[in-house]
Nanobody
């Protein structure tokens, strides 16, 4: 059974940092693009960041560029999202996704169950 399990969410003050992890199991994702999305209350799910299979190509939403960094460790089948300078508007449930390529990451093959990130002002 293929699973993506996120962890690392929590409550943090504005300006703080969190590091999210997404551990994949059931198969290797070393040849897949991986991504992070988020959904705030009352809003649609939105793209946050994506990384290609090798880790050499990354993309970010404008709202997080310069503050968030996506990375991966294919030996651990894990992708990370380092979030710095957090703002209250970053509050959302963050989801991990596994797809084929970065351009198609919005329609991934697999989703994680999500982890809550809350940023207090």
């Amino acid at each position: 059974q293929v699973q993506l399990v996120e962890s690392g969410g929590g409550l943090v003050q504005a300006g703080g940092s969190l590091r999210l992890s997404c551990a994949a199991s059931g198969r290797t994702f070393s040849s897949n693009a991986m991504g992070w999305f988020r959904q705030a209350p009352g809003k649609e799910r939105e793209f946050v960041a994506a990384i290609n299979w090798s880790g050499l190509d990354t993309r970010y939403a404008v709202s997080v560029r310069g503050r968030f960094t996506i990375s991966r460790d294919n030996t651990k089948n894990t992708v990370y999202l380092q979030m710095n300078s957090l703002k209250p508007e970053d509050t959302a449930v963050y989801y991990c996704a596994a797809g084929t390529t970065i351009p198609t990451i919005a329609t991934p093959d697999y989703w994680g169950q999500g982890t809550q990130v809350t940023v207090s002002s």
